[in-house]
């Protein structure tokens, strides 16, 4: 089981441009949540998504960013427009279905807007 | 609504001697509490984790938590420090929801270790 999959690691963004964070959850989990976590912070929650649904986006500011985790393939979170605030390191963990106790985070991308 | 509190945002400590991390909590629910460990540029490695079964909860690497509902605390115990244990710490509360598990994390614990 190779755990849960960010990519990319790091990235690069230029004011203005949209960055997409890719997340693959661990094999059998059904619900992918988004943390972000800001320089010298602990991590905020964003958004609890399972597929095709959205469960919990409270976290989530309300514009320039959108979470999907599709029927097929992994959750993408999309940062439209970015602004030096937005970077970060932005952590992707998922759980089985049942129970959140089986709770496994990625190793997180951070991305860094120039 | 859940929120954590971490008393000491810095912890230093003699290679050999005890650890101590102070965390309370406040939850409308029974809680599920966890402690997480970050080494720099790192992600999330889970230490140990608190749902409602014994309130002595042993982890990895050494280290334990006891549950103290009286107190609303979960401090984050080691006997011996060793200088890899050196890294910042977060004492976590979880909100059980929709299947799911919204986690609250405090704002951390850097842990220095030195010889």
């Known amino acids: 089981n190779a755990g849960v999959m960010q990519n990319p690691r790091h990235l690069v963004r230029r004011r203005g441009q949209e960055a997409r964070l890719r997340c693959s959850p661990m094999?059998?989990?059904?619900?992918v949540y988004w943390y972000r976590q800001l320089p010298e912070e602990g991590l905020k929650f964003m958004v609890y998504?399972?597929?095709?649904?959205?469960?919990?986006e409270s976290g989530m500011p309300k514009e320039r960013f959108s979470a999907e985790f599709p029927k097929e393939g992994p959750s993408i979170l999309r940062i439209q427009q970015v602004v030096r605030g937005d970077s970060a390191a932005y952590f992707c963990?998922?759980?089985?279905?049942?129970?959140?106790?089986?709770?496994?985070f990625g190793s997180g991308t951070r991305l860094t807007i120039v | 609504a859940q929120s954590v509190t971490q008393l000491d945002s810095h912890v230093s400590v003699s290679e050999g001697t005890p650890v101590l991390l102070r965390c309370n909590y406040s939850?409308?629910?029974?809680?599920?509490l966890f402690w997480y460990v970050q080494h720099p540029n790192k992600g999330l490695q889970l230490l140990l984790k608190?749902?409602?079964?014994?309130?002595l909860v042993k982890g990895i690497n050494g280290f334990e938590a006891e549950f103290k509902k009286s107190e609303t605390s979960f401090h984050l115990t080691k006997p011996s420090a060793h200088m890899s244990d050196a890294a910042e710490y977060f004492c976590?509360?979880?909100?059980?929801?929709?299947?799911?598990?919204?986690?609250?994390f405090g704002t951390g614990t850097q842990l220095k270790v030195e010889l």
């Open positions: 963990a998922s759980s089985p279905p049942g129970t959140g106790y089986g709770y496994t």
């Open positions: 998504l399972q597929k095709e649904n959205i469960i919990d």
């Open positions: 608190y749902t409602s079964a014994a309130t």
């Open positions: 094999k059998g989990h059904s619900h």
């Open positions: 939850s409308s629910y029974s809680p599920s």
């Open positions: 976590v509360v979880g909100l059980l929801r929709g299947g799911g598990n919204k986690l609250t």
